[in-house]
């Protein structure tokens, strides 16, 4: 069982993390689940997202921190050709959070999990912020 009060908690503080959960939420209106990192345990037997946050970086000499957000995009075993349209429209939901969360159009080939039985595509997204 997912443990919900912890998914609560979580998203109750002020972040791009938080933004990117709420709208990804809201763009499939319960037809796909979202999940912190870490949260999802058990076989894949339905579409969902992992949103994770994946460190940051200063760039060079100026006064701005770029930190990257993952979103792993996981489909079941037996439903590998939903991955596709599944990536398109996550894409499609992500341009909602522009300018302030930008694709850095890095994504990575399949991957077969065979914990959760699922295939799993993560893309990459990058927001701005001064020091």
Avoid at 80 to 90: G, H, K, N, Q, V
């Amino acid at each position: 069982m997912d443990n919900i009060s912890h998914y609560e908690y979580i998203t109750k503080s002020n972040s791009i993390w938080k933004d990117i959960y709420n709208n990804l939420k809201d763009w499939y209106k319960g037809e796909v689940s979202i999940y912190p990192a870490g949260i999802k345990t058990g076989e894949c037997i339905m579409p969902y997202i992992v949103v994770k946050y994946d460190g940051g970086s200063k760039l060079s000499s100026f006064s701005t921190i770029c930190d990257y957000y993952t979103l792993l995009l996981y489909v079941p075993k037996q439903e590998y050709s939903l991955l596709e349209p599944f990536i398109a429209d996550t894409k499609e939901g992500m341009k909602r959070l522009k300018p302030k969360v930008l694709p850095t159009h890095e994504q990575t080939s399949s991957y077969y999990d065979d914990e959760v039985k699922a295939h799993m595509v993560s893309l990459t997204y990058k927001n701005y912020k001064k020091l």
